[in-house]
């Protein structure tokens, strides 16, 4: 069982930056892919990012390419996404992903993950 719990989101302008913060319980986390995903009102849940268990291999949704950074820190129990750029289009809620691996591949699809946290709001204004 990974209880998953989001923090950092919240309001920001156009251009700027936020820090997501994933909380992990339990003591096997380092053998968990991450991802986040996020949903805007009426529309459906995309991928944002992704991390293998060893957090050497990464994945980024086009939409957010060269301005996300995904991060995972096993001694912490902890997953990150650096946001930079924001942009009114990146509103929605943000939502934490785990699913165990038995190899240090990516998950990319949301019905492959495991635990789900309850989410972060993130609000960008022009």
């Known amino acids: 069982q990974v209880q998953l719990v989001e923090s950092g989101g919240g309001l920001v302008q156009a251009g700027g930056s936020l820090r997501l913060s994933c909380a992990a319980s339990?003591?096997?986390?380092?053998?968990?892919?991450m991802g986040w995903f996020r949903q805007a009102p009426g529309k459906e849940r995309e991928i944002v990012a992704a991390?293998?268990?060893?957090?050497?291999?990464?994945y980024y949704g086009d939409s957010v390419k060269g301005r996300f950074s995904i991060s995972k820190d096993n001694a912490k129990n902890m997953v990150y996404l650096q946001m930079n750029s924001l942009k009114p289009d990146d509103t929605a809620v943000y939502y934490c992903?785990?699913?165990?691996?038995?190899?240090?591949?990516?998950?990319?699809?949301?019905?492959?993950?495991?635990?789900w946290g309850q989410g972060t709001q993130v609000t960008v204004s022009s």
């Open positions: 992903a785990a699913d165990y691996k038995n190899n240090d591949g990516l998950t990319i699809l949301a019905a492959m993950f495991d635990y």
């Open positions: 339990g003591r096997t986390f380092n053998n968990y892919a």
């Open positions: 991390i293998s268990r060893s957090g050497l291999r990464t």
